[in-house]
Structure formats: structure tokens, C-alpha cells
């Protein structure tokens, strides 16, 4: 069983609806929650963080966390054809916070 | 916010030569950083996690006399990947986290592009 489970994809969105990205992770003891964003041939770029479990909102994203389900997801509302990227979900370890896992990643795209 | 720097973005060169490629962390301190490579259309691997004033520590399946790894100051971490062949053609990806807190996030650079002809 992997540490963090993401559908690939890819998840095809109309320009201006909401698109849910979704992850689940195996270790109950992870604590900290990150959702990247990785333009093809780019290096992953971070979009925000969770590590308490409900909503935390930056802009047009939401991460949701909820532990209970060792799921956490990403929703990004009013999509654009510039968020079209493969969003990375990273846990970190418990016995080594330095270490994150990584999600294989979804790839979403936008459609104008 | 955090600024990890990488260079160079891209290398070409020819087989069984050594590369060496710089991380640095631009304005906070890292006592820790990290070498990931990624093929195309996969997923990030992490090769090893590089301790400052210590060995690094490598994932399995990654050959320490292959890739070197440094990290002499607390703003720069170097991967040097030796006699480079093509099948160590990839994307090379460092990043590093501030060090205050459980709950930083990593910060990656820009990624080096390698090319073994």
C-alpha cells in the first residue's frame, strides 16, 4: 500500500467550475498536509498547507482535512484554463517530520 | 517567503562525465535539503535527504558512489552525479524546508535538467 494515493486522472473541468482533487494517505499519525501544483517540465510549486482537520481557504483554493478518513482534498473553484497542472498531495512523516510522501498526482485540466 | 535557488536549469553533456549541481536556500538557513529526480510522466522520487556537517542519508536503491551528495553550509547542498550515463538522464529536483516548526512545508528549485548524450 502506498503512503498517498491519488487517481492520476486526468480530471477534465469546463473554465469557471469547481474542480476537486482528492488524496488519501495511509499513516493515521501524519500531521501536516501540503497540495503542490507542477506545470509539465516545471518543478512542483507549494499552494498551501493543512494540518488542522475542516477547511482552511487561501484565494479560490480550499483544503479540506479530515483524519478521521486519512483524507484530505483540494478544491479550486471558479477553475482557469491556467490552473491546467498535476497537483501533488504530500504527507509528512510522523517519526521523521523532515520527510515528506508524495502523491503520484492528479493532472487536471481546464477546458475554456 | 522561502527561495531555494538551482543551478544550472539545464546540463548536456557527454557520457561518463561528472556533473555537479548546486541548491542553495536563499534566505533562510536549511539544515536539511532534498534530491528528488523525476522521469517524464512520473512521479517525484526522493534519492536521499542531504544533512548539513553530516552524511547524507539515501533511499534505497540509490547508489551513494553515484551520486555525492555535500552539504557543507546551512545555504548550500550539491548533488554530484558521477560518470554520468544516458540512463541518468532525468529531471533533478532539490528542495528544502525551514527549519522552525514540524508543520514547514518543502520549498523546491527551479529543477536541473540533465542530459547524457
Known amino acids: 500500500q502506498k503512503e498517498v494515493e491519488q487517481n492520476s486522472g486526468p480530471l477534465s473541468v469546463p473554465e469557471g467550475a469547481i474542480a476537486s482533487l482528492n488524496c488519501t494517505y495511509s499513516?493515521?499519525?501524519?500531521?501536516?498536509f501540503f497540495w503542490y501544483r507542477q506545470y509539465s517540465g516545471k518543478s512542483p510549486e507549494l499552494i498551501m498547507f493543512i494540518y488542522s482537520n475542516g477547511d482552511k481557504e487561501d484565494g479560490r483554493f480550499t483544503a479540506q482535512l479530515n483524519k478521521a478518513s486519512q483524507y484530505v482534498s483540494l478544491l479550486i473553484r471558479d477553475s482557469q484554463p491556467s490552473d491546467s497542472a498535476t497537483y501533488l498531495c504530500a504527507v509528512n512523516n510522523r517519526g521523521n517530520f523532515n520527510k515528506f510522501y508524495f502523491g503520484s498526482g492528479t493532472k487536471l485540466n481546464v477546458k475554456p | 517567503g522561502a527561495v531555494v535557488s538551482q543551478h544550472p536549469s539545464w546540463v548536456i553533456c557527454k557520457s561518463g562525465t561528472s556533473v555537479k549541481i548546486e541548491c542553495r536556500s536563499l534566505?533562510?538557513?536549511?539544515?536539511?535539503m532534498f534530491w528528488y529526480r523525476q522521469f517524464p510522466k512520473q512521479s517525484l522520487m526522493l534519492m536521499a535527504t542531504?544533512?548539513?556537517?553530516?552524511?547524507?542519508?539515501?533511499e534505497q536503491g540509490v547508489e551513494k558512489d553515484k551520486f555525492l551528495i555535500n552539504h557543507a553550509s546551512l545555504t548550500l547542498s550539491t548533488l554530484t552525479v558521477t560518470s554520468a550515463h544516458p540512463e541518468d538522464s532525468s529531471f533533478y529536483i532539490c528542495s528544502a524546508r525551514e527549519p522552525t516548526g514540524s508543520n514547514q512545508p518543502q520549498h523546491f528549485g527551479d529543477g536541473t535538467r540533465l542530459s547524457i548524450l
Open positions: 534566505d533562510f538557513q536549511a539544515t536539511t
Open positions: 499513516d493515521r499519525g501524519s500531521q501536516s
Open positions: 542531504s544533512n548539513e556537517g553530516s552524511k547524507a542519508t539515501y
